[in-house]
């Protein structure tokens, strides 16, 4: 099998102290192979990718040792323009890879850039566009689509480039299932015209089937590899113990009745009564829950297909959706949208949009006065993240300031706590610890968790709201 | 979201050249808002029915709601000019006066600005400036722009929702650092999706020694045709006008 891609020897540091550094790794990829690569956060998965497509050493800058040499060509002394037409690259974060506001312009970009005749640009994104059937996507804007059409607008980008090697960051952190399946069905037609594709992942259920080889590293080395078929036949106890995660954990999932269901032994200290929960957009009935309760100090998973109506649920409960007429009964009190914010609390996928202040305690203190200044430093203590109380909240991790996040809402005073997608991109180590501090805030808090991620609902929540098209 | 330049293909109506666009607007704020040649019948007649145009151009691109909206405030204030105007005095006249001023003279620019935004791609836009010879030392980094306002606008929604509910508001205790707490994570999601968009964009090729291509297509058509006509319409009423050939 000839060499795609090859690293000798290679150790790598950032010099911005990011995480991730490599030292000593050797990996060869043959052509034409679908190589996964898996680790916890930090173990140098996603900077083996950047050596791939040429952002190490040309964007990220660090010391670098050892020899990358990609399609025959050393990529330290290749221009990573030079390299845009070998390699082709998806990302994570399906809000920051686009140039265009237009999907077609976004398509071409790539092609224009390389400077090829406008009638080849136009055939090509043609022949594109019909092998991936997004016809329906052309023309339109970035912004008005979902982030699942956002990553096969991406994915088209690369394609249309004609790369010989395709390169996934993490592609699937911000999609749900639906969107997962068609990116399978792309990755696997490139994987049958022959294209070398290399997955770093978080997720792996999806890539059943779809890889040759499995790269599994360890703190910036490749400690194990398996093949394909040899990684997808460990048991979960296994992938647990490598700090993965699950393999099969998102089958089955969804196949639940829809409405509330406990999945596991709760004592029961009342109830929230939702009434009125339905709301529209225009003429389309987004939400027709009418009325629900949910048991109060209840971690509850909120499950549905994209488009369930499960985020205008959300927005909803913490009122934040404008024109919304329903009501929280709690405590024998009856709430409309404006006391619901007061005692609802939203932890947003992105975290950084809600952490304002210079420090973790300033942060957490923000809405309380300074009689709570103990109390503070008492959740933050329980929370885990007291040694961190004077750094900047966003020097921290991920985790971390999902951590600070709730620590503020706490405080706050805050008796509902809803979170978004909270495990998106979190490795194995990361979605376990989330789940034993939701569980452990049973006695201060009511939690509902809109997600996807049937680990962390096994592990931490007693309940169950699967809603499918607004409804239960 | 509808905002600056995110023109969808099939809500954008009626295909105009972004050319055609700058020179109706150039033109109504010549003769609408600048009320030249207003001595002339002949040039107020070509310049209402110019007016008319912003409404029709966002009635093809099926807001039809916004468009009868203008084309009735329009209409009626026009009319108040021709008739109320000559008869009022006083109170009364400063108070219709400013009215009309304000609507008749600027509501036509300001639609025909609102269409433009939302019906011109930044691929269209780049293109026109590309033919208009200006610099791509200009057009990259308006690009840029326009590619990063509706990223900053949605950040800052977000943003928003989340201190509504820490109840951080002006007026509440923490007045003092609104501006502070609201920047601070703006910034910082700012610098990272730049950040992972240059990236994005190095990985595609963005920088090539060689010469760009571009397949957006832009040019004259019958319907620019048409406009223009009307466009150019006013210029020469009032040239024939200053010349004494037409009153």
């Known amino acids: ?472 | 979201m509808t905002g600056i330049f995110t023109a969808d293909a099939e809500n954008r109506g009626l295909v105009l050249d972004p050319r055609t666009k700058l020179a109706v607007m150039i033109t109504l704020v010549v003769f609408a808002l600048g009320n030249t040649g207003s001595d002339i019948a002949a040039v107020r007649y070509a310049t209402i029915a110019l007016c008319a145009l912003p409404m029709v151009l966002l009635f093809t691109a099926k807001k039809y709601k916004k468009s009868a909206a203008a084309g009735l405030i329009y209409g009626l204030m026009k009319a108040a000019e021709i008739l109320l105007v000559p008869k009022a005095s006083g109170a009364v006249l400063s108070l219709i006066g400013v009215c009309c001023l304000v609507f008749v003279r600027l509501l036509p620019g300001l639609i025909m600005g609102a269409y433009m935004l939302s019906a011109t791609t930044v691929s269209e836009f780049i293109a026109a400036m590309h033919r208009m010879h200006v610099p791509v030392q200009i057009t990259i980094p308006m690009s840029v722009m326009f590619r990063f306002f509706p990223t900053v606008l949605e950040e800052f929604s977000a943003i928003n929702t989340a201190m509504k509910m820490r109840e951080i508001r002006i007026g509440g205790r923490n007045s003092g650092k609104f501006i502070e707490y609201r920047l601070v994570p703006l910034m910082v999601c700012s610098v990272n999706i730049g950040g992972e968009l240059s990236a994005a964009a190095l990985t595609r090729g963005l920088g090539t020694k060689v010469k760009r291509t571009n397949i957006c297509k832009i040019g004259f058509h019958i319907q620019d045709a048409a406009v223009l006509v009307l466009t150019a319409a006013p210029y020469v009423l009032w040239i024939l006008g200053l010349t004494g050939v037409v009153k």
Not at chain 1, 123 to 148: H, P, W
Not at chain 1, 445 to 470: K, P, S
């Open chain 1, 1 to 472: 099998m000839k060499t795609a891609a090859k690293l000798s020897n290679v150790t790598f540091t950032y010099s911005n102290g990011e995480g991730g550094a490599l030292s000593g790794v050797d990996l060869e990829i043959g052509r034409g192979e679908c190589v996964l690569l898996c680790g916890c956060s930090g173990c140098g998965k996603t900077t083996v990718t950047r050596l791939i497509n040429g952002l190490i050493p040309h964007y990220y800058e660090g010391s670098l040792e050892g020899e990358a040499v990609v399609s025959g060509r050393n990529v330290s002394d290749t221009p990573i323009e030079d390299l845009a037409g070998v390699v082709g690259s998806v990302f994570q974060n399906p809000r920051s890879q686009f140039f265009c506001v237009d999907t077609t312009a976004e398509i071409a970009f790539g092609c224009e850039n390389m400077g090829l005749p406008e009638d080849e640009v136009i055939g090509r994104i043609n022949k594109t566009v019909a092998d991936m059937k997004i016809e329906k996507l052309m023309g339109r804007s970035i912004f008005n689509l979902s982030g699942g059409e956002k990553q096969k607008i991406a994915c088209a980008g690369a394609a249309a480039m004609l790369p010989e090697i395709f390169v996934l960051d993490e592609p699937t952190s911000n999609l749900d299932l639906d969107a997962i399946d068609e990116l399978r069905d792309i990755i696997a037609d490139w994987k049958n015209s022959g294209k070398t594709i290399v997955i770093a992942e978080h997720r792996l259920g999806w890539l059943r089937g779809l890889c040759d080889r499995v790269i599994f590293m360890e703190e910036g080395r490749i400690s194990r590899e398996f093949t394909g078929e040899a990684f997808f036949s460990l048991g979960a106890d296994t992938l647990c113990s490598m700090g993965l995660r699950g393999i099969g954990a998102e089958q089955g999932y969804l196949e639940s009745e829809t409405g509330l269901h406990a999945i596991k032994p709760f004592e029961h200290r009342g109830e929230i009564a939702l009434e009125n929960f339905s709301y529209s957009y225009g003429a389309h009935k987004a939400l027709e829950l009418g009325s629900l309760s949910i048991p109060i100090g209840s971690v509850t998973a909120v499950l549905g297909h994209n488009g369930a109506g499960k985020s205008t649920f959300a927005r909803c409960l913490c009122g934040l959706q404008k024109g919304f007429k329903g009501r929280v009964v709690m405590d024998g009190r009856s709430l409309r949208s404006r006391e619901m914010r007061r005692l609802s609390y939203m932890v947003m996928q992105d975290v950084n949009h809600q952490l304002f202040a210079d420090t973790v305690i300033e942060e957490a203190m923000l809405g309380a006065d300074d009689s709570q200044l103990d109390r503070a430093l008492e959740i933050l203590e329980k929370l885990g993240i007291a040694q961190y109380k004077d750094r900047h909240p966003m020097s921290l991790s991920g985790g971390q300031k999902q951590r600070v996040a709730i620590a503020s809402a706490m405080l706050a005073g805050k008796k509902l706590l809803v979170l978004d997608e909270p495990t998106s991109g979190l490795d194995f180590g990361s979605m376990e610890r989330t789940a034993e501090l939701l569980r452990s805030l049973e006695k201060d808090m009511t939690v509902l968790i809109v997600t996807h991620d049937a680990q962390l609902t096994e592990r931490c929540c007693t309940h169950v709201l699967h809603l499918e098209n607004g409804r239960i």
